[in-house]
């Protein structure tokens, strides 16, 4: 088990195809219902982020915890927790866009990350996205920055959601403008076209480490 402290952050280029060799050795790590799941989408870019969702998770939560026989589940709203350890009580969460897929683990309290990759929007989907206020935060901004602070802010509201401690039933409702209490929140940039928003209530830093798909297997 290794030692960390705060919320560490794994960060996966989804890479290129997987060769077969990889592939299933993936794939034989997972139980049949994940293996499954991953088979029903038709595109291999999708059963590929979602083979790598299921390793990471596992690998992560086994390498960073005492749970070795790592079981996860979802809740009614579709977000997975790991059960099996009444030792651990700590959080994770997963995201993906583009050429990344993200993860945060925290050994207390409750964790959120998202990623997405900056590309043209409309105005519309802009002002569906975010409050008033925010729309108005952006337009003070001067292009080019402006489509980066939108995304910005977007991934911050989706890290919020998926904490689950907001009480909005959609992320475009939370307003970032608003003093954010007793949940801390953190930026960075994968590269300049991939920002990544974490956020969570316990522990103290971000621990952020980069891997490369060979050492999931």
Same mark, same amino acid.
């Given at each position: 088990?290794?030692?960390?402290?705060?919320?560490?952050?794994?960060?996966?280029?989804?890479?290129?195809?997987?060769?077969?060799?990889?592939?299933?050795?993936?794939?034989a790590k997972l139980p049949p219902d994940e293996q499954t799941k991953i088979?029903?989408?038709?595109?291999?870019?999708?059963?590929?982020?979602?083979?790598?969702?299921?390793?990471?998770?596992?690998?992560?939560?086994?390498?960073?915890?005492?749970?070795?026989? @790592?079981?996860?589940?979802?809740?009614?709203?579709?977000?997975?927790?790991? @059960?099996?350890?009444?030792?651990?009580?700590?959080?994770?969460?997963?995201?993906?866009?583009?050429?990344?897929?993200?993860?945060?683990?925290?050994?207390?309290?409750? @964790?959120?990350?998202d990623v997405e990759e900056i590309k043209p929007v409309t105005k519309d989907?802009?002002?569906?996205?975010?409050?008033?206020?925010?729309?108005?935060?952006?337009?003070?901004?001067?292009e080019p920055l402006r489509l980066k602070k939108f995304y910005e802010l977007?991934?911050?509201?989706?890290?919020?959601?998926?904490?689950?401690?907001?009480?909005?039933?959609?992320?475009?409702?939370?307003?970032?403008?608003?003093?954010?209490?007793?949940?801390?929140?953190?930026?960075?940039?994968?590269?300049?076209?991939?920002?990544?928003?974490?956020?969570?209530?316990?522990?103290?830093?971000?621990?952020?480490?980069?891997?490369?798909?060979?050492?999931?297997?």
């Amino acid at each position: 088990m290794l030692k960390f402290n705060g919320v560490q952050v794994f960060a996966l280029p989804i890479g290129p195809p997987l060769a077969t060799f990889e592939w299933e050795q993936y794939y034989a790590k997972l139980p049949p219902d994940e293996q499954t799941k991953i088979l029903q989408y038709q595109q291999w870019q999708d059963r590929q982020r979602a083979l790598l969702a299921s390793i990471i998770s596992r690998w992560a939560i086994q390498h960073l915890t005492a749970t070795q026989d @790592v079981q996860i589940v979802r809740n009614e709203h579709g977000r997975p927790y790991a @059960v099996g350890n009444d030792d651990w009580n700590g959080d994770f969460n997963l995201s993906h866009s583009g050429d990344w897929l993200v993860m945060a683990l925290t050994k207390n309290g409750h @964790v959120g990350i998202d990623v997405e990759e900056i590309k043209p929007v409309t105005k519309d989907v802009m002002h569906y996205a975010m409050t008033e206020n925010e729309i108005t935060s952006i337009d003070k901004i001067v292009e080019p920055l402006r489509l980066k602070k939108f995304y910005e802010l977007w991934t911050l509201k989706e890290a919020l959601f998926k904490t689950a401690l907001c009480p909005h039933p959609s992320p475009h409702l939370i307003d970032t403008t608003d003093e954010i209490q007793n949940i801390s929140t953190q930026l960075i940039y994968l590269d300049e076209r991939h920002p990544v928003s974490i956020c969570w209530d316990r522990a103290s830093h971000i621990n952020l480490t980069v891997l490369h798909r060979h050492q999931l297997l």
